[in-house]
Every structure is written in structure tokens, then in C-alpha cells.
């Protein structure tokens, strides 16, 4: 392994901007880890080539987990030993990513002893990366995770590390308690996070409010974004202080809403709720007047996915409303049925949303058991080709066959 | 042994999130009011009970040392009682009741270089993949391009004066981690080589029905090369989207010949104002071009620049666009256009322009 620091005349070009540079965090982790050093090494080397030097990741975890590790091996393992094994830990974070430093500290401690000291805080999906260690050290950085109470978050044909906004705990938006859910759902099923029995990966994301925080209707098999069937609460004096303050409630607030369901004299601000879509535009802008209602819950949304295989896709609308509260039980239940379609009929590396289209949605939600709703689509077939299931035959004397 | 295994303990989940929520939190739980934005990068939230929280928001960068978190750590111990915590967005947040602390943990933020800033109609940080710093399929590097841009737009980070908010992504290849096609300008690694097989060990390394299978335009097929079982592709069928290379580590995508970026805009994820929408594609191609890739850099820089002298308040880049209409668009941002921006995929047809709503 690399006795001495790499000459990285490339990657130094990095170091010179106002933003934080991630390469003088790879050279602090250098400075004590010949494996954060071979990394340097051969990272300018792949800035100097202009590809990268990973090889397929291999089948590494630690015992009784089918997942949570990622294996990473070098191309070049001759040149740079220290990151011929070079494996990613995904740890499951705290809901809402909030930490005591005490806690942090004793992980930082741990990664420094068995990995190379690199960290992302955080993965795309929400876990703690620990980013490269040695097969070796597996089992022993998971016993020491454990005993800190962190366990593996989700990796390959699995239920993924859920995530969720900041909800409640600092947000007065939140419809309702991303948090808990979050954590709720994640202890539910452990055993789906940890052991790959899926087609493909199944991500659950949770979002308090339709701004949606963490991209759920994006990214998320299951996006929960909270919601609410009530009046938006008005403060109509904190309305007009906004007005006063220099804000243009008829064109900036009035202007943008999607229902043009809001009137407004100078005086008063007028919202015919019935046909208010909770896109959350004027309670953005005026935050200290407006707030969602008080009959508050959760739209339930499945099959966002990125590209990969058969092109991108959004969620769209399962259960127009649901009031999201613990033990979830309805909401289980209909996230089981799903699954034992899905493992029954969902081909390889097919998400949910894929299978959908394939399968149809109405047949998909005849066999979960959901009747069709109008909210569930963005309006109703165009085209005339039905798929019916049933007949009349004449014999039967109009008997359905 | 067989005692060793059931005294292992698995399934125990991450902490239970209320040991990590500061005392201002935990009390006021769940009874938010509203919050006002003071200044770039600092919010404070009102509760019911008149308590108020601060939040110092500030630019963390992805990749992290451990002696950066403990930095953190230290300054969370310093200012809030051993509390804080991190954004969907990478970066980090400290938050505090009590406003005498704002300013110098502002100060000391900055003698560690972490700019204050990314909240309200401002750039966050790029939310972004590993790159070659740690992934196979990596048709580019991410922090290298997150580096130089951020370099580049760290002042609209530092500000809030933007129309409305922009959120900028990447991903280093099309399988896109992060919600990267829903952003305002979508930075994409891609791939323009069709696979390079290594024929002499693809049946060792690979199953050769998923591999024909993974292909999402049919474009591999079984064949013998050599007296060996391998597959074949038909390279004009090829769209580059890696996923044989997923499921097959003998069809190598990554070519540094070909490989660069691609610039998608006018995607969201929000629901507010209009719905979510996908990123749409403005440049087809820019060459890899490390460590500081002017091209990219130069590109959003132009991007952010014309939305932000163009649009009106609220609009995000996508609403602007749809108002103002693609064609103008292109125009306005000197993009040719060209065969690559028209879709040939699925629903290609949905993507057509069905009217003869034109501006001229």
C-alpha cells in the first residue's frame, strides 16, 4: 500500500474553489489510511484516463445478511493494494437524519479502526455510506455497529433503507408523522430490508406535505406524501400583513394557483376549498397566514422509478387519502398484497411500476383487491380498445359466459 | 457455534430517531406553526408554544472525513447541545433555540470553508452519485463536475434571489441514483459505445439468457464466437443504457473515447404551482473533460443565468419554459437542436408537438 501521499496534479485543481472539495477530505482521510492513499492514487489516475477503475461488485456481506454490503474491488489491484477490496457498508440512519454527536463520534471511531475513513453522509437512498473496507473487517465493523444500535440498511433485490422529510420534528407542514412512520415501517420489515427475496428493489419514501422533501413521487415504489381533505386554515390579518409587506397576492399567490379557486378584495383572501388541488403554492408563499387543515393524512402513490429498464417513471395516485396513523395495519396489509403479486408474477429486475404497465393497472388493482378510483388517473382511457372479460351467449339465454 | 448464532443479534433496525432530537424538538413536537427565513441559509420555526428554533444551514459536500464529522461534531457540541443533522441534499444543519449562537457558528462554519445558504429561492447543494471514486458503471465522475459547478454558482448558494428555487442533480451513468430526472438542470453521464465483449469470458462470467434478456430494445442475442458460447449485439439497436453491463460484467460500457455528459432542464419533484415533471433533454453531449470540465461548468452556468434574468417570480425552470415554449427556449439559450432531442422510445409519440400552438 501507498507508504507516502500520491502526486495528484489533477485532483489538486479541485482543491482551489470556495466550495468544500471533497479532495482535501480524501487527503485528510490519506493522511492516516493507506487505504484512503491508494484511493487518491487511483482516482487521479481515472481523471487522467477518463474512466473509471472498479471492477463488477462481488457477493460479500456479513452472516445472516443477504445484503447491506457492497462489494468494490479495484482493476488495478497491483498498483493500489489498499483498495484491491475496497467494500461499502450502507448503514440504516436515524429517521430524519438527526444525530447526537456522542453517537456520531463513536462511528467515526469505529471507521477509523476498520475502513478507510471516508463517509458519505448521505447515500441517494438516505443510509450512512461507510465507504471501504477489507472482506475481512466486515463482521467485526457490523458487531460494533450493533452494540452503537445500527444495524444494515437495504441493498439489491430488497426493500430499501426507507427515508423521510423532517416532518414534525421541524416542520408545520407535516400532514402527518413521517418520522414515525418511517421508523415504523423500517422495523416492520427488517427481514425484507436484509434479505433480497424480490424481483427487484422496493423503495418506501415518506413526505409530510405535497412539496414532497425527499423526492418520493420520483424515486419511491411507494410514495407517501402527506396531505389534507379540510379547509386550508387562513389568519386573514397575517394576509393582509403579507400584502402590506409588499407581496402581490393577486398575481403571486392568485396568479399561480392550478384550481383558480382563490379570490382576493385587498381585504380579504377568499379559498373555495372544494376544488382546491393541495398543491401548496400559497401556503408557501405566505407561510405565517396559511396552513394546511386540520383532517390531515397521506396520498398514497406507487411505481416511480429512474430509467432502468423500460424508461423513468412518476408515481401515481393508489389511495387518494388515508389519515397515516399508527399501526399502519390497512396500509401493510395492501404493501403485503403487493408484494405477493409482485414475487408471484413481477419478472427479473422488473419494479413495480414496470409491472404495472405490463399487467395493467386495473387488473393490478383487482388482484390487490382496490377498486378503480378517478383520482387514480390523470383522465380516463383514450382509447377504445377494452379489454373485456365477459360476454352474452346466445344458448345461455343472455347467461354471461 | 450453534450458541454463537443464536446469540447474534440481527434485525434491530437504526436507533429509534427521538434519542437524537434535540430537547427544542422533542418539546415542541408536531406543534410547528410556521417559519420565516432570516436570511440566507438561517430560518427560524415558530411553535405553538412561542418557542423558536434556528436553523443554520450550510454546504457539506457528499464525500466526508471522518475528521469532518467530527469537526461537526465539535460545533454542534459548541452551539446546540450536541445536536444536528443532515438535509435530503447533502448538506448539514445545525439547529438552535437560542439566537445569540447564529452568528458566530456562522463564522466558525465559514474558517472550516462550508458556505451558509441553500434555503428558500436558492441553489441547494447538487445531490449526486459516486462516480469514479466508487462505482463500475460510472460514465463520468460526480464530484469532480459537482465540484467545479458548485465552484462556479457558490454565489446563487450564498443568496436567495432567484425566481424560485433551483435544484441541480447528477448522476454518473443512466441507472440515475437520486431523483436526478425530476430536476431543474439534470447533469447525466452517458455511454455512446455499444458493449466491448469479451467473448473468451463472458460464459464464465455471465448468464447468457439474462443477458439477452436485460436488453431493453432486443438488441442481444446468443451466439457462438470462436467455438465459445457468448451473445452478439446489434450495434443500431444499441441505446447505451448499460444494462446488459449490469447483469453482465463481459459487456463493457464504459469507453473513454465516447463516454461524457448530457444536460437535461425543467424537471421537478414538488407539487406546488404545477405538477411533478420530468427533465427534458437540452444538450445531448458534452466530452469528459476533468479535472474541471469547462464545458459542463459553462453550460449550467448559461442555463442558470437565462432562467434566472427570464423568469417570473415562483417559476421554475420547467414552468418557464413551458411558457415561454421549447422552441423559444432553444433560441434564447443558443442550443441547437437537434435528432437527438427528439425521444424514439416508448410513448416517443406522446412527446410530439399535437398543435399548432407556435410562437415565431
Known sequence: MAEQMP?????????????????????????????ARDLLGQLEQSYKEKIGHWKHGGIVGVMGYGGGVIGRYSDLPEKFPGVSHFHTIRVN?????????????????????????????????????????????????????????????????????????????????ACYDTMRSCYDFTMAFQDEIHRPAFPYKFKFKFSGCPNDCVA????????????????????????????????????DVIGNCPAKCMKWDGKKLDIDNQYCRRCMHCINAMPKALAPGKDRGATVLIGSKAPIIEGALLSSVLIPFTKMEPPYADLKEIVTKIWDLWCEEGKNRERIGEFIQRVGMGNFLEAIGLEPQPEMVAHPRENPYVFYEEYFEEEGEGEKK | MTQAVAERRTDFGPPQYERFLPPAIKKNYGKWKYHEILKPGVMVHHAESGDKLFTVRAASGRLLSIDKIRLYCDLADKYCDGYFRFTSRHNVEFLTDKSENIEPLIADLKKLGHPVGGIGNAISAIVHTQGWIHCHSAATDASGIVQSVMDDLIGRFEQRELPGKLRIALACCLNMCGAVHCSDIAILGIHRRPPK????????????????????????????????????VIEEKCMFCANCFTVCPAMKMNNPLNDGVSIWVGGKVSNARVEPMFSKLAIPYLPNNPPRWPEVTEAVRNLVDLWAKNARKYERMGEWINRISWPKFFKMAGIQFQKEHIDDFRHAGLTFKRSTHLTF
Open chain 1, 7 to 35: 502526486q495528484t496534479p489533477l485532483l489538486d485543481e479541485l482543491e482551489k474553489g470556495k466550495w468544500p472539495s471533497f479532495v482535501k477530505e480524501m487527503k485528510a482521510a490519506a493522511k492516516k489510511s493507506p487505504m
Open chain 1, 93 to 173: 440512519h436515524p429517521a430524519g437524519w438527526f444525530y447526537k454527536t456522542d453517537a456520531l463520534r463513536k462511528i467515526c471511531d469505529l471507521w477509523e479502526k476498520h475502513g478507510s475513513g471516508l463517509t458519505n453522509m448521505h447515500g441517494s437512498t438516505g443510509d450512512i455510506i461507510l465507504l471501504g473496507t477489507k472482506t475481512a473487517d466486515l463482521e467485526p465493523v457490523f458487531a460494533e455497529l450493533g452494540a452503537l444500535d445500527f444495524d444494515l440498511g437495504g441493498s439489491g433485490s430488497a426493500v430499501r433503507t426507507p427515508s423521510c422529510c423532517v416532518g414534525k420534528a421541524r416542520c408545520e407542514w
Open chain 1, 216 to 251: 418520493s413521487i420520483a424515486r419511491a415504489d411507494m410514495s407517501i406524501i402527506g396531505t389534507w381533505r379540510d379547509a386550508i386554515q387562513v389568519d386573514q390579518a397575517a394576509v393582509q400583513e403579507y400584502a402590506k409587506g409588499g407581496l402581490d397576492i393577486q398575481n
Open chain 2, 197 to 232: 465483449l469479451d467473448h473468451a469470458n463472458l460464459k464464465k462470467l455471465c448468464e447468457i439468457p439474462s443477458a439477452s434478456a436485460s436488453c431493453p430494445t432486443a438488441a442481444i442475442r446468443p451466439a457462438t464466437v470462436n467455438g465459445l458460447p457468448s451473445v452478439e
